[in-house]
Structures are given as structure tokens and as C-alpha cells.
């Protein structure tokens, strides 16, 4: 129903900048969101956009203040702006769509149905 492409990882230093990128194609959704994983972590929640006529954001704690969540709809592309990045953000980011109800930092990540293939991220201290 959606595909889902994500580009734009890589490796940086502390404190410097990368934006992440996904295309959709095939169905749209309103609402998308920012995943990532850690080695021998859980699949978290990142950052989530409801990007209907009154666009809202929701953030994790740990990015509040330096990451942003943005779409533009005629595009069909979600971005994740990652500034003053800290080795603790290294983690494979995921690009996931779903129904605006799944698309929360509360909601379980196995509710989500559709996701990309991940890029990596790796901030170096």
C-alpha cells in the first residue's frame, strides 16, 4: 500500500548536523513518524507528525530542542532534521506510516504497519 525510502545517514561528529529523508509512494498518510534502534536496544519512537491542515509534532524527551520533524505533502517527503548530535543518537532511523491513531510516542511500535528499510546513523565523540 506504501512504500517508504529513506536517505540521508551517515556518520558525524558530536554536535554537528544530519537531515534524514524518506520518500513515499503508493498510498499517503497523514500522519508519519521517525523510529530508530540501538544495538541491543528496542525499536523507539523518534518523532511523529500529524501533517493535516493544523500540522502537530511530537517529540521524544531525549531529541526535544534539537531534532525536527517536518513533511511536505506535495513531495510525499518526510524529513528529520538532527542538530547538535550526541553519540547517543546512533541507531538505525526508520521511516514508518500508518493511521494517525498508531502514531504516537504512547502507542506500542508493533502496532505500526509500515515501514522503510532503515539508514544508518553514527555520531562520534
Known amino acids: 500500500q506504501v512504500r517508504l525510502v529513506e536517505s540521508g545517514g551517515g556518520s558525524v561528529q558530536e554536535g554537528e548536523s544530519l537531515r534524514l529523508s524518506c520518500q513515499s509512494s503508493g498510498m499517503r498518510y497523514r500522519c508519519m513518524g521517525w523510529f530508530r534502534q540501538a544495538p541491543g536496544k528496542e525499536r523507539e519512537g523518534v518523532a511523529f507528525?500529524?501533517?493535516?491542515?493544523?500540522?502537530?509534532?511530537e517529540y521524544t524527551d531525549s531529541v526535544k530542542g534539537r531534532f525536527t520533524i517536518s513533511k511536505d505533502n506535495r513531495k510525499n517527503t518526510l524529513y528529520l532534521q538532527m542538530n547538535s548530535m550526541k553519540p547517543e543518537d546512533t541507531a538505525m532511523y526508520y521511516c514508518?506510516?500508518?493511521?494517525?491513531?498508531?502514531?504516537?510516542?504512547?502507542?506500542?511500535?508493533?502496532?505500526?504497519?509500515?515501514w522503510g528499510q532503515g539508514t544508518q546513523v553514527t555520531v562520534s565523540s
Open positions: 514508518a506510516a500508518d493511521i494517525c491513531s498508531r502514531m504516537h510516542l504512547t502507542r506500542p511500535t508493533r502496532e505500526v504497519n509500515f
Open positions: 507528525i500529524d501533517a493535516g491542515r493544523d500540522v502537530s509534532t
